[in-house]
């Protein structure tokens, strides 16, 4: 293996610099350095003597941290985006194998290692770009009174003007034309058909019109689907996209709200990964053991012809609908102060037709992946990630993530070039493909190499797209959390006002924006789905951590979201004015996160924090989940029992990692004394990089879904969005109520029993002998 070489080189070269004592040093290591004080001589090794009696590690680690975080540069951030976003770039295209090269380009002139692309051969969707998509109105004798053109226009030409930008479609849409009655259902919530159904309305045989917001789209039309509709229409509600009125001094390219010919673009597909290769890897020689039929059946794709409309277009359907006004939270903005009806649907009788045109093409997709090898522990990997692939330009989503990982991995080279540094730990870069159409190209990633990752990978770190510029927001798992807190406390705060205001760092203002108010911490959430940590995550068991910059807004996304206005004015005029410094602090908070992961002596995990929040908050919302059971006392008894067990073995593994804490700090005080000796480190870590796949069930959590495994925390099955805790247990309850018999019961214990078992193997490995 190339790392095993290259790492003992690189420490060698990094041990002629003074401030070597950072990093622990393994035995190769040592041996080495011997032979080199021996050929340097006794000036140098006096230096390192010296250094290693007066700085701490603690001081160099922050010597590190600032010069790396001094490196990254905005401009270089502003190139890099301009590069990545000349072009349209769908993942499949041509287009996106040039982002791909550019990528690797920029990877290897600043210095990276071993940057290759890694192929797979994937399903992916595209429309007709010569023939785009319509809404059409007909009145009864046949007239068409209304026709949406189905392209954005061009707004600013410099950056807009590639070819079939404006092309308004969705991924895996169903190909065909529909005529029907439309019917409004709201968000296409479980609920709101449930209260479509109460209000008397059949959506049956109809074509749903639904808001975007409050859930992934493919979820909506699986929903549509399941409750008969043939056709479905998504639009943006002004209400969440253009808050300040649809008047163009309101909207871009005035501000960031959407103006009023644009849509979101996006994918249909429900779960993750390429839809005819589920659990293996989309590699050109292995079989592909689903058909595309097999895929519709299983409601991976829709089957019914579906587009996305501006809120204009939507405004000429609304204002002709029928029946009843809609209840008020089902009432948005279109129009002003337009009155929604729910259908079905038209006056006059004018008829409604949707034409979709839509393809399936297997495509060759490519990752790109590159190293920086590590000093001491070149097997060891802290993992960045992003995707690349986008709808159009993609300069917010994905590109504002694709430059900073470059200038951070640009700012590290630089960092190792001028000074002694070289992380302890390897650095891997990882750009993802097709991600838009359904994070595929990090889980056939994650598929091919799950048996790897599992022993090498120590956390993967992913850094999407930089929604707004309010405040940092960070998802994790809860090992981590106090470690993303410390690093966000390292960031210099990006803008000008909160500085002035006193809030200095990163840490400052997310605790003022998203304060949790029971912990006094700032709000940390568990990641769900939606973007590429997830199958790091939910199918290997690799910590991860998800971050952004977004708003205070309680809506899912920015208003801009995937429409073609995504270019970099908008990143450099309208969201980052201040000379792109949000961009920056982001590449200083992801180099901070990963230098600390890749250079402290014990990984930075803390397995109490996990017992305590099961404690505090996953056993109690448990309880109250089961306590909801409509069950004889028997019964309840049964499931009492178990849950009375499994919060044994949590208090059980409270007391055990308060113990191991103890552990790690005479390990770390022994290391101090005997730097030499890294027998024991790597023992705790060994341990520490275990916790996580404790949680992994190869069964899988969810009999409809094998790939998702962790049983604390698995996508959610009916918003691919969020996440539900303790899957397994949620999914039995609602099989069991759906259906009330002895054995569906009898699963709701064992599932839980599988959370204790879980629980019971971090037990396990923090004890010293079985
Ligand atoms: C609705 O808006 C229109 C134009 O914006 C205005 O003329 C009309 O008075 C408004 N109606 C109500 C009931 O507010
Ligand atoms: C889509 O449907 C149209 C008819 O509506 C048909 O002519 C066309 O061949 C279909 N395209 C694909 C890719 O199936
Ligand atoms: C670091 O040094 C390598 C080797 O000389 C060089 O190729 C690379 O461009 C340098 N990177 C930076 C960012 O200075
Ligand atoms: C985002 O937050 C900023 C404050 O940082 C505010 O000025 C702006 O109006 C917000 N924008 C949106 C779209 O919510
Ligand atoms: C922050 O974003 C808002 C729009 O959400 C914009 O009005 C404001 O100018 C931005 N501030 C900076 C400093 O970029
Ligand atoms: C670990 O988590 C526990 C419980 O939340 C907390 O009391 C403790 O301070 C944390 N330890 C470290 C080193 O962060
Ligand atoms: C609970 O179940 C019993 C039958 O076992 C049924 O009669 C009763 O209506 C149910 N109660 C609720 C609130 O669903």
């Known amino acids: 293996m190339p790392y095993v070489g290259v790492g003992a080189q690189k420490a060698s070269t990094s041990l002629t610099g003074p401030p070597m004592v950072k990093a622990y040093i393994s035995i190769t290591v040592s041996l080495l350095f011997v032979l080199l004080v021996a050929a340097v001589g006794l000036h140098h090794s006096e230096r390192r003597f010296n250094h290693f009696k007066r700085v701490t590690i603690e001081d160099v680690h922050l010597e590190d941290s600032k010069t ?100 308004q479609w969705l991924a895996y849409a169903g190909n065909g034309s529909v005529s029907s009655d439309v019917v409004y259902v709201n968000r296409g919530t479980e609920t709101d058909f449930k209260n479509l159904k109460l209000m008397g309305v059949d959506i049956n045989g109809k074509i749903a019109l639904m808001r975007y917001g409050h859930g992934f789209r493919g979820d909506k039309i699986h929903k549509a689907q399941l409750h008969g509709a043939v056709g479905a229409i998504l639009f943006s509600d002004p209400s969440d996209v253009a808050q300040d009125g649809e008047k163009q001094a309101n909207v871009y390219p005035k501000t960031v709200w959407m103006p009023n010919e644009a849509v979101q673009r996006g994918s249909l597909m429900h779960g993750d990964g390429d839809p005819l290769s589920p659990y293996y890897p989309a590699k050109k020689e292995l079989y ?69 045109h839509s393809e399936l093409q297997t495509k060759r997709i490519r990752n790109v992946i590159g190293y920086i090898h ?35 991995a640009r700012a590290m080279m630089q960092t190792i070039n001028e000074t002694s540094w070289r992380p302890a730990r390897t650095i891997v870069f990882n750009a993802w493909d097709a991600e838009e159409f359904g994070l595929i190209g990090s889980t056939e990633f994650v598929e091919e190499y799950v048996d790897i990752l599992q022993k090498r990978a120590v956390v993967y770190i992913n850094m999407d797209t930089i929604q707004g510029n309010a405040s940092l927001n960070v998802e994790t798992v809860p090992s981590i959390e106090y470690m993303v ?21 990163l840490y400052d203002t997310w605790m003022k924006v998203f304060p949790d ?68 602090a982001i590449g200083q908070y992801w180099a901070e996160l990963a230098r600390t992961f890749a250079d402290e002596v014990i990984l930075p995990m803390n397995v109490t924090n996990l017992a305590q929040i099961m404690m505090s908050s996953y056993l109690p919302q448990l309880q109250a989940q089961l306590g909801g059971l409509n069950i004889s006392r028997t019964d309840a008894e049964a499931i009492r029992n178990q849950f009375v067990n499994l919060k044994k073995t949590t208090t059980d593994l409270f007391h055990m990692s308060k113990k191991f804490e103890e552990t790690i700090h005479f390990t770390r005080h022994s290391f101090s004394q005997n730097p030499y000796d890294p027998k024991h480190i790597n023992g705790v870590n060994d341990r520490l990089m275990s916790i996580e796949k404790c949680f992994i069930n190869p069964r899988g959590v969810s009999k409809h879904n094998p790939s998702a495994r962790h049983v604390l925390f698995s996508v959610s099955d009916s918003d691919s969005y969020s996440n539900s805790l303790m899957a397994g247990i949620g999914n039995a309850i609602n099989d069991y109520n759906e259906s009330p018999t002895n054995k569906l019961l009898r699963e709701i214990i064992n599932q839980i029993s599988i959370v204790q078992y879980s629980v019971l193997c971090v037990v396990n490995t923090l004890r010293d002998v079985i």
Do not use: C
């Open 68 to 167: 790396l975080t001094k490196n990254i540069n905005s401009e270089n951030i502003k190139e890099y985006l301009r590069t990545f976003t000349k072009d349209p770039h769908i993942a499949g295209t041509d287009a996106n194998k040039k982002v791909a090269y550019a990528i690797a380009n920029a990877w290897s002139n600043a210095g990276l290692e071993d940057v290759h692309t890694i192929p797979y051969e994937v399903l992916l969707s595209y429309p007709d770009f010569e023939n785009p998509n319509s809404v059409v109105i007909r009145s009864r004798d046949g007239r068409e009174v209304f026709k949406s053109k189905g392209v954005s226009p061009v707004i600013l030409p410099d950056e807009q003007s590639g070819k079939h930008a404006g092309h």
């Open 288 to 356: 592909k053991s689903r058909t595309i039929d097999e895929a519709k059946e299983d409601r991976v794709l829709p089957k019914i012809p579906v587009l996305p409309i501006s809120y204009t277009t939507a405004y000429q359907i609304l204002k002709r609908m029928n029946g009843r006004p809609v209840p008020s939270d089902w009432q948005g903005l279109v129009g002003g102060n337009l009155t929604y009806k729910l259908g079905p649907g038209f006056v006059n009788n004018d008829r409604l037709t949707i034409n979709v």
């Open 374 to 408: 590590g000093a001491e522990e070149p097997d060891k990997y802290i993992m960045l990630g992003n995707h690349f692939d986008a709808w159009v330009y993609g300069s917010i989503d994905p590109n504002s993530g694709t430059a900073v990982l470059a200038e951070v």
């Open 485 to 505: 807190i410390e690093a966000s406390k390292q960031v210099e705060s990006p803008s000008k006002r909160e500085k002035a205001r006193g809030r200095n760092t």
């Open 517 to 584: 108010k029971k912990t006094g911490k700032p709000k940390i959430r568990v990641p769900g789905g939606g973007t590429d940590h997830a199958p790091f995550l939910n199918f290997a068991g690799v910590p991860v951590i998800n971050f952004n910059f977004k708003n205070y807004s309680t809506f899912d996304t920015y208003p801009l979201y995937h429409t073609m206005y995504e270019t970099p004015f908008t990143n450099i005029h309208l969201m980052d004015t201040d000379n792109l410094a949000v961009h920056r």
